[in-house]
């Protein structure tokens, strides 16, 4: 199985500030990598796909980049309502994974 | 715009079968992968499986031996059983829609507890 390591684990910013995530893939995949986003007692909502395509509807400050093992996540200035749970996924090999999640907190 | 709509029982003992189907409304079942994503209290997401509107399925290994997916196209639904469910089984199942196989999932269901307790 691609196993995917996020980084950091937690993460507290304030409103207004610049956020990257990073997932990390146990091996080179494609390009099939997705970010969503989770809200407490919420589904996951997919926010970036492809890498580095932004969603229909979600705000152009979230952004996604990256190739091979590296990937990023970024939040260009960081809103109230973005203070979530973040996760990747791989869909380049079976089964599909995710990484283990990045929570997004108030400082 | 496509909603997913899921029903099943929210308590299973341990040794049943746990039995969940996601309604698609708004839109077609064909043409789509529908997948089942799961998510222990606490914990991170897991990729049960999918199956293709034509019946084809592709599980993960980890489940497999007791895993059965079904989909019903006049019905616009598809449906999930996993059998001799334990406490492990206990968390949070999603439906969720994917254009292809290498597609993320765009449109998810509210999600389901299934709590597996005697």
């Known amino acids: 199985d691609i196993q995917l390591t996020q980084s950091p684990s937690f993460l507290s910013a304030s409103v207004g500030d610049r956020v990257t995530i990073t997932c990390r893939a146990s091996?080179?995949?494609?390009?099939?990598l997705a970010w969503y986003q989770q809200k407490p007692g919420n589904a996951p909502k997919l926010l970036i796909y492809?890498?580095?395509s932004l969603q229909s509807g979600v705000p152009s400050r979230f952004s996604g980049s990256g190739s091979g093992t590296e990937f990023t996540l970024t939040i260009s200035s960081l809103q109230p309502e973005d203070f979530a749970t973040y996760y990747c996924?791989?869909?380049?090999?079976?089964?599909?994974?995710f990484g283990g999640g990045t929570k997004v907190e108030i400082k | 715009q496509v909603q997913l709509q899921q029903s099943g029982p929210g308590l299973v003992k341990p040794s049943d079968t746990l039995s969940l189907t996601c309604t698609v409304s708004?839109?077609?079942?064909?043409?789509?992968?529908w997948s089942w994503i799961r998510q222990s209290p606490g914990k991170g997401l897991e990729w049960i499986g999918y199956?293709?509107?034509?019946?084809?399925?592709n599980y993960n290994p980890s489940l497999k031996s007791r895993l059965t997916m079904s989909v019903d196209t006049s019905e616009n639904q598809f449906s999930l059983r996993l059998n001799s469910v334990t406490a492990a089984d206990t968390a949070v199942y999603y439906c969720?829609?994917?254009?292809?196989?290498?597609?993320?999932?765009?449109?998810w269901g509210p999600g389901t507890l299934v709590t597996v307790s005697s």
């Open positions: 996924q791989q869909l380049d090999g079976y089964p599909v994974t």
């Open positions: 708004g839109g077609s079942i064909s043409s789509y992968f």
């Open positions: 969720t829609r994917g254009s292809d196989w290498s597609d993320a999932y765009d449109v």
């Open positions: 199956i293709y509107y034509s019946g084809s399925t």
């Open positions: 091996q080179v995949i494609s390009s099939y």
């Open positions: 492809a890498a580095s």
